[in-house]
DNA sequence: TTAGGTGCAAATTCTTTGCACCCTG
DNA sequence: CAGGGTGCAAAGAATTTGCACCTAA
């Protein structure tokens, strides 16, 4: 297992490299260091969890940077984002065709593979609002680590989507 | 059509007053209004934008009650967000099954329905990750608005995801 | 060498909160 | 009439930007 993530993460960061290059950007430290902590986890960080992440490596490193590196990497099409729009941002350098599982009560996204989800169509009524890059499936619910809570807690009201703050 | 969204409209504002009722909140104008409007619209508002709405009928309404009713509406189930998370928020009150068209370029989010999604399974591998309470397609794509203008301004690099800042 | 990249700190933007008054139930 | 709800203004988060220095190519 561990040996196939690290083929993987190779795999990702060589196609990091080459693109960069192509799109004559200087490969920095600070790139290598935040693609390299993206490319290496499933959890679907935002921009400050990899920065504390990559500030242990590099202890000089700026939130700003980070910031500004995942927007770069977004926009040559090297990570994708969670979430529909810019803002709420939580960053995936798995290119893969996937799906999310997604906890809506602590927010925890897992990614899944599965052939037969990959394989559904898009009605044409959709086609008719636009082009169609991708389609995956969003899947909603309570993490296992949730439920357990919820069931020692039993407080009627819904504990709420919100409640994590950093 | 016309008719049918008022009477979408109507049941959906009837559920609302139920549901609030129960709970035991009051039904202000200001409750009222606000998810009138969500609930008229099609359109995934973020608060700044229902805010803006809602404040031409009302004009004293301030932004803060704006985003604590959308919220309140949210932790009673009675509206859902769109994005994985608290944060980035956009928000709908439709409570059918329905699935999402939204455009990497600026933004627009389309509900659509499609009995065939409807019925995707949701793999067993998804299940032990969690109880699943919800599944739905997100398709990705360039909307045709967007697609026009792709063509008429040719530029090289993407123009981002990012662009609209409010 | 040199243009692009970075760190820093300040500026913005977005969202939440404390408090006194108001209005629904 | 009472307690939840609201508006206002101010606080807090999250994210972006201006600028001078640095470094990959």
């Given amino acids: 297992m561990r040996k196939s993530e690290d083929t993987r993460n190779d795999r990702r960061l060589e196609h990091f490299r080459t693109v960069a290059r192509e799109a004559g950007l200087k490969l920095t430290h600070q790139r290598l260091e935040i693609f390299r902590e993206l490319a290496g986890t499933e959890e679907h960080p935002d921009a400050e969890t990899i920065f504390r992440a990559v500030q242990q490596r590099m202890p000089t490193v700026s939130l ?3 910031y ?7 926009d040559l099409g090297l990570v994708t984002t969670l979430g529909p729009r810019r803002e709420g941002v939580r960053f995936d350098a798995n290119l893969d065709r996937h799906h999310h599982f997604s906890c809506v009560r602590c927010g925890l996204v897992r990614d899944f593979e599965s052939a037969e989800l ?3 169509r898009v009605p044409d009524s959709v086609r008719r609002l636009g082009s169609v890059a991708d389609a995956h499936v969003e899947v909603r619910g309570l993490c296992a680590t949730c439920q357990r809570d919820r069931r020692t807690s039993r407080d009627p009201k819904p504990p709420a989507t919100r409640g994590e703050r950093r």
């Fill in 64 to 66: 700003d940077t980070v």
């Fill in 68 to 74: 500004r590196t995942l927007w770069t990497l977004h």
């Fill in 118 to 120: 990959d394989g559904l």
